[in-house]
C-alpha cells in the first residue's frame, strides 16, 4: 500500500484504538490541520494521536517514543510525551502513537506579542536541552554537522528564492557561518527542526514545543538558529544573553544556519507544501520575515 492510498479518517483512528488501544476509544477523535511527515488528531481534550503519513520509516517516531519520556521531564515547557504506542497492522500498516496534547497556537499561525519574554522563555528551554547526549542518542543524516555540509542544500534554495535585493547579503551571511569554526564540545541534545510550525504560543508568548522527530546529538547551533528564525524582530541580543552559553563561531553558524532555514520556509510557502492538501501559504511570508532579521539583527 503506497502513501497514496493511505486515506487516514477519523474512522480508521477510532478502529485503530478499539483494536490496540480499547481504554482510550472512546474519547471524541478529530483532525488537526498541518503536518505531512505524521498526520495528528486530536483525542480527548489532553492527548493526540499522530499517524506515520508520509515519513518513509519509522525512525522519527520510534526517537521520539524513546527519547522524549526521557527528556521532557527537565524542560521549561510543555513538550508532547508519548503515553500509548501504535503498531502496524493490517488495517494501517504503518507507525502511531497517542501522546500528550500541547495547548496554544502554532506560530505560523499567531504571533508573538511579548518579544523579550519570548525570548529569555526560548533561551531557558534550549539550555535545559542543550546538554550532553548519551552516546546512543540519534544522529541526523542531513542535519546536525558544521553549515559548510549543507552547501548544495542552500545554492538550491538561494537560487530558487533568495530577493534579488537581498541576494549579496544573504550569501555574505553564508559564507561567515561556513569560515566559522567547528563546534568543539560534546554531541548535545538538539530538537533540531525549530521553526514556527513547531513551536506554539499563548497570550503572546512561546508556551511550548512540538514535533521532536528530527532530534539529534550534535552543534546546537541548529537550535540556536531561533534566535531569527522563530523571535520576533530586536530580540537576538536578549536570546543569547539569557541563553549564555554560546560563544561567537556558534553564533556565526547559528545566524548562518537561520539564513538557509528562512530560505527554505520561503520556498516551502511557494511550492505550496509539497503538493500536500492545505500546502504552507503561511511559511513564504514567516520565511521572508525571519530573512530579514538575520540581516538586520
Not at 121 to 138: I, M, N, R, S
Request: charged letters at 25%.
Amino acid at each position: 500500500m503506497t502513501d497514496a492510498e493511505i486515506e487516514i479518517t477519523a474512522d480508521l483512528v477510532r478502529d485503530l484504538l478499539r483494536e490496540q488501544r480499547p481504554d482510550l476509544a472512546g474519547l471524541p477523535v478529530r483532525e488537526v490541520a498541518g503536518g505531512w511527515g505524521n498526520q495528528m488528531w486530536r483525542l480527548g481534550d489532553g492527548l493526540a494521536v499522530r499517524m506515520q503519513r508520509m515519513d518513509p520509516t519509522p525512525r522519527l517516531q520510534l526517537n521520539e517514543r524513546r527519547w522524549l519520556p526521557v527528556l521532557a521531564p527537565r524542560l521549561p515547557l510543555p513538550v508532547p510525551t508519548p503515553v500509548r504506542s501504535g503498531e502496524p497492522s493490517a488495517r494501517f500498516p504503518k507507525h502511531w502513537t497517542v501522546m500528550t496534547w500541547v495547548p496554544g497556537e502554532p506560530l505560523d499561525h499567531s504571533s508573538i506579542s511579548r518579544g523579550d519574554h519570548a525570548a529569555g522563555t526560548l533561551a531557558g528551554f534550549l539550555k535545559a536541552l542543550h546538554v550532553e547526549a548519551p552516546a546512543d542518542a540519534p544522529v541526523s543524516g542531513d542535519r546536525g554537522g558544521h553549515p559548510r555540509t549543507c552547501t548544495d542544500g542552500f545554492d538550491r534554495f538561494f537560487r530558487a528564492v533568495v530577493p534579488g535585493g537581498l541576494a549579496d547579503d544573504v550569501r555574505a551571511v553564508w559564507d561567515d557561518a561556513v569560515a566559522a569554526p567547528e563546534w568543539e564540545g560534546p554531541p548535545l541534545w538538539v530538537h533540531g527542526d525549530l521553526h514556527p510550525a513547531n513551536v506554539v504560543v499563548s497570550d503572546g508568548t512561546l508556551s511550548g514545543v512540538i514535533d521532536f522527530g528530527d532530534m539529534f546529538a550534535g552543534d546546537p547551533a541548529w537550535d540556536l538558529a531561533a534566535a531569527w528564525v522563530v523571535l520576533p524582530a530586536g530580540t537576538v541580543s536578549r536570546f543569547f544573553d539569557a541563553y549564555g552559553q554560546a560563544d561567537a563561531g556558534t553564533i556565526r553558524r547559528a545566524r548562518g544556519l537561520a539564513a538557509l532555514k528562512s530560505l527554505f520556509l520561503m520556498l516551502m510557502g511557494r511550492n505550496g507544501g509539497r503538493g500536500l492538501p492545505g500546502g504552507k501559504p503561511a511559511w513564504g511570508p514567516a520565511g521572508r520575515a525571519a530573512l530579514d532579521r538575520v540581516l538586520r539583527d
